[in-house]
């Protein structure tokens, strides 16, 4: 299968190391000054150049409406006919980004950075996109070891960064308030529900949360004492939080705590294939 990657940043050129490790050839294109491609990965002159022979395109430049606009109009003339073109845009739905313009093969694949190490890659239809598209996106996606998982009806932010979305905001107000610094908020989070989160979502943890009685005498038990919780919202001003969290992981490398991070995640994934 042949790709291109447009934009490569963070998740851009994740993909195009994930695509070119399971043997695509990957066609990247990127105006940055300072662009370096990972192994067996081929730089394009041009967007057009990019993908004139593609059977799959992954977007990942800025998350900007105008930007996926223009970009998209693009892709949809210059793109062979038959190719896939993907938007790993993290809120903004194709729909919006497609109006005026054919989509019926346009459609999100938002992964969770890094993609070539987390699995999860939201497939998300716009209004056009024809059922034959979504089946190449989930082949496609899964050809790469990954788990997509298709969702029903587009709405801003989807379904996994409205999750986190959730509790960044409880989170950011519990440092604001003084409650926790950065840095025991996250050892709070990777020791308890990041570990549990790792095995069962929510739900399944819930039920289970409640014995053999289920979500039901856990929501009857422990979820009303949890109703009454007003959580809080961050301020106006993220200048502070930002601060905090520069003074406690800014010390280290960018390239180290990725690295370490990536270990780690791996280690969690062959703990679970083994078990
Ligand atoms: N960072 C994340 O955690 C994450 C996770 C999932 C999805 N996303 C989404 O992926 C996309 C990219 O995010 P990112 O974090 O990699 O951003 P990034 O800023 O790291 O990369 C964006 C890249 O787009 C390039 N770019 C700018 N103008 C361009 C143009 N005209 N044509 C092609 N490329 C151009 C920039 O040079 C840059 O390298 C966004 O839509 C974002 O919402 C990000």
């Known amino acids: 299968m042949k790709t291109a990657v447009i934009g490569a940043g963070v998740i851009g050129l994740s993909w195009a190391r994930l695509f070119a490790e399971h043997g695509h050839p990957v066609k990247v294109f ?25 059977d799959v395109v992954q977007e990942n430049g800025p998350e900007d409406l105008e930007f996926k606009k223009t970009l998209f109009a693009e892709l949809v003339r210059t793109a062979p006919r038959h190719a896939l073109l993907l938007s790993s845009s993290s809120a903004i739905p194709s729909t919006a980004f497609t109006r005026g313009v054919d989509g019926s093969r346009v459609l999100i694949g938002h992964p969770f950075n890094p993609p070539h190490v987390l699995p999860l890659v939201e497939v998300v239809p716009g209004e056009q996109t024809t059922k034959e598209s979504v089946g190449r996106a989930v082949e496609f996606y899964r050809g790469l070891g990954r788990t997509p998982v298709v969702e029903r009806k587009e709405i801003p932010g989807f379904v996994g960064n409205r999750l986190q979305a959730a509790l960044s905001r409880e989170a950011a107000y519990l440092v604001e308030q003084g409650v926790v610094t950065p840095q025991d908020l996250d050892t709070v989070v990777t020791n308890s529900l990041g570990l549990r989160w790792a095995t069962v979502g ?74």
């Open 30 to 54: 990127d105006p940055r000054p300072d662009l370096d491609v990972p192994e067996g990965v081929e730089v394009a002159p041009t967007v057009a150049d990019a993908v004139r022979d593609a």
């Open 202 to 275: 929510p739900f399944l943890g819930a039920h289970l949360g409640g014995g053999p009685g289920g979500y039901r005498h856990l929501a009857q038990h422990i979820g009303r004492s949890m109703q009454g919780l007003e959580l809080g919202t961050p301020a106006q001003d993220p200048e502070r939080l930002i601060k905090a969290v520069e003074d406690a992981y800014g010390s280290s490398t960018y390239s180290d705590l990725a690295e370490t991070r990536d270990r780690r995640q791996l280690a969690v994934l062959t703990a679970l294939e083994e078990n």
